[in-house]
Every structure is written in C-alpha cells, then in structure tokens.
C-alpha cells in the first residue's frame, strides 16, 4: 500500500502572507487555459473564425470570475448547505479548498455567455473554443485537491497496489482526486483536444465535453466518498453522480442537434 505524503498545505510563507497549493492549481489551471488557447489559434479552422489572443485574456478574466464564484456557490449549495449556513464565513475561505465543479461549470457558462454579448460572438463557437481547455485545467484542481488531502476514496482492498492510507482514515482507500485527474481530465483531455482538431459542427466540440466530463465524473464517482447519497429509479448514486446525469443528457441531446438537426455553417 502507498502513504499520503500528507504536504503542508502552504507552499510559501512571504511574512503574514501564506500561498496555498490548492490557490497555485487554479494560477496552473489558468495559465494553461491561455498557453492551449494560443496554441489553438494556430489551427486554420479556429482563426478562420477571427479568434485572437486578445479575446483569450479578456476571456479569461470572465472565466475566472464564473470559476471562482460559480464553484464556490455550487459547494454551498449542492454539498454543504446546512454546514455553510451554520459557518457563513467559512464561505469565503476558499484556499481550504472546496470547490465545485458543477457551479463552476455554471458559473463559467454564464460568464461566457456575458463575454459572448459584449464581443458579439457566437456563443456556441466560444463554448467550442474553450471546452478543450477546460479538462486540464480541472485536473490541476484534482491535485490541489490530493495535496490538501481532500475527497478520500471508498475503502481498498489492501491488495490494490496504488491502494493509500490517507490521513485522518484507518484503512486504505482507492486515491480519488487522481483518478478524476487522469480520467476527468487528462483522458478527457486527450480526446478533446483530438476531437477539436479538426473543423467540426458548431457545438459539437461543447456538447461532447458536456457528454464525456458526465460519463467520466458517474464512473470516477464510484471511487470516491460519496458526500450524500439519493435515490434515483431504484439506484443509489452520490451526489456527483446526480449532478453529471444532466450533463450526460443535455451533452447527447447537443451534440445529436449539432450532426443531424442543425444548418451547415459556411466555412
């Protein structure tokens, strides 16, 4: 079996001031955000739409607003809300951790939506330019998760060789924020980012992601400790179960409307 390394959870102390590893994640996850932007506008089918370098750091400012707010609302609202309502000001606290990818996924569609009004673009194209750039940036978040020893898993047999013993838990347990790592987000990544290479339909791009982050989170979650439980049709699910069922729906209804039901768009 491993061990948790169990990290201090402050990387560097600059007099009163402490930057969290969790706080570095999200700089990670942002910084590749514009690194993999840039890197798509080398695509001639990206450019032919007028993207810019331009439009990705004013986008970014967007989506770090709908990030921060939307994932921190989500935890509130779909994981803690009696504790929150107790404690309100550990809402703000937010280098502890506890983000939801779920608002943040919320929050950033709204962002965007904004973004998109105010540059006159087509909204479905901007979910399309940033869905691959999502995945990686939620697999950094995942670490940030590990290092703050967050989101144990189910129980593991001691025989599992990556089984760990976590801090804080007497048995070993399947390490969860890096199975949602590489699945959620480096797997999603992977096929994303081939996916996006070529000229699709409008919102195709988006709807898959929507459809594979759902499928990904539903089966990730079955290693990890479920923060609630409910009932649905019979079956016990968590609730980041119960949150990427909609996604998977919505994300198949698009991405059928985006092959057979839509207008070509000229190219």
């Known amino acids: 079996m491993l061990i948790h390394p169990n ?3 402050v990387a560097l102390h600059i007099g009163p001031l402490s930057i969290h590893w969790y706080g570095l994640m999200y700089l ?12 798509r506008l080398r695509l001639p089918h990206v450019a032919a739409k007028g993207w810019t370098r331009e439009h990705i750091d004013d986008m970014l400012f967007y989506g770090v607003l709908g990030v921060i707010l939307g994932g921190r609302l989500g935890e509130v609202l779909f994981y803690g809300p009696t504790y929150y309502a107790a404690n309100p000001l550990e809402i703000f606290k937010v280098w502890k951790g506890g983000m939801s990818f779920h608002g943040g996924f919320l929050g950033v569609l709204i962002a965007m939506s904004l973004w998109a ?8 194209d901007v979910y399309d330019f ?16 590990f290092i703050n020893h967050e989101l144990p898993g189910r129980v593991a047999s001691a025989d599992l060789p990556w089984a760990m013993i976590w801090p804080g838990v007497d048995h070993p347990v399947h390490p969860s924020p890096i199975y949602q790592a590489l ?19 409008r919102l195709a791009v988006g709807a898959l992601f929507v459809l594979l982050y759902g499928c990904a989170r539903f089966f990730t979650e079955y290693f990890r400790t479920p923060d609630y439980e409910v009932s649905f049709a019979g079956l016990t699910i968590s609730a980041g179960q119960m949150l990427s069922l909609p996604m998977i729906a919505v994300g198949a ?15």
Not at 132 to 144: D, E, K, Q, S, T
Request: no cysteine.
């Open 130 to 145: 940033i869905a691959p750039l999502v995945p990686l940036g939620y697999a950094a978040g995942r670490i940030g998760n």
């Open 183 to 201: 699945v959620d987000g480096v797997l999603l990544f992977a096929i994303l980012w081939w996916f996006a290479s070529k000229a699709r339909p």
């Open 117 to 124: 009004r105010k540059t006159k673009m087509h909204l479905a």
């Open 28 to 39: 990670v996850a942002f910084m590749q955000f514009v690194l993999l932007g840039r890197w």
């Open 253 to 267: 209804a698009l991405l059928y409307w985006a092959y057979q039901i839509q207008k070509p768009v000229p190219r």
């Open 7 to 9: 990290p201090d959870p």
